[in-house]
């Protein structure tokens, strides 16, 4: 399955190694092809194919555990560190928001909104400055906001959180009325509607 080259990081060959990188570059952990697979979305094939491509050009290493092999960053690369950054900004937000979030109370699910959002969701239009956070639920504030600076500090860009109850985000306010209309990106839960 062919993927269309990501909006947001135009510097990837395809959405599918968008993701790809953003996986194994942003989490510390090596993970087997199939799992790669099934954790980006990814047909087998292709992932095979990418991380071969990858191997190659050094920016991904392997080892084997028995017969399984076992794909990571190679962290000796000096590609790695400048091709993380890149993926952080781009593609990071959504992975970075379900670690921060996951662990708060309260919290029924997370949504992006807005025009990350829709650049993500393959809408042109020029480069988002900032990230909208719809968090639905009745989280503690002040850790719903904690944890969003985290995330901007890592992905150096605004990262603007709005708090509303399931109730809240279902009437019929031309906020909401509009972040219904318009495209997301689920980070956590399933939205409401």
Not at 110 to 131: E, Q, T
Not at 140 to 167: F, G, K, L, M, Q
């Amino acid at each position: 399955m062919r993927t269309e080259a990501p909006l947001l990081a135009p510097v990837f060959r395809s959405e599918g190694q968008a993701r790809l990188l953003s996986l194994l570059l942003l989490e510390d952990r090596a993970r087997s092809l199939a799992e790669i697979s099934a954790e980006t979305g990814l047909a087998y094939p292709t992932v095979h194919r990418e991380v071969a491509r990858l191997l190659e050009a050094g920016i991904l290493q392997e080892r084997r555990a028995g017969r399984t092999r076992l794909i990571s960053a190679a962290e000796d690369s000096p590609l790695t560190p400048p091709l993380r950054e890149i993926v952080l900004i781009s593609t990071g937000p959504v992975a970075l928001l379900a670690e921060e979030l996951r662990p708060l109370q309260g919290i029924d699910a997370v949504f992006l909104h807005g025009s990350f959002a829709a650049r993500m969701r393959g809408r042109s239009g020029p480069a988002p400055r900032d990230i909208d956070v719809m968090v639905v639920g009745t989280p503690d504030p002040e850790e719903v906001y904690e944890a969003c600076a985290r995330v901007e500090d890592s992905v150096h860009r605004p990262v603007n959180p709005s708090i509303v109850t399931r109730e809240e985000l279902l009437d019929d306010s031309g906020f909401h009325t509009q972040v219904r209309a318009d495209p997301i990106v689920p980070v956590l839960g399933e939205p409401p509607w």
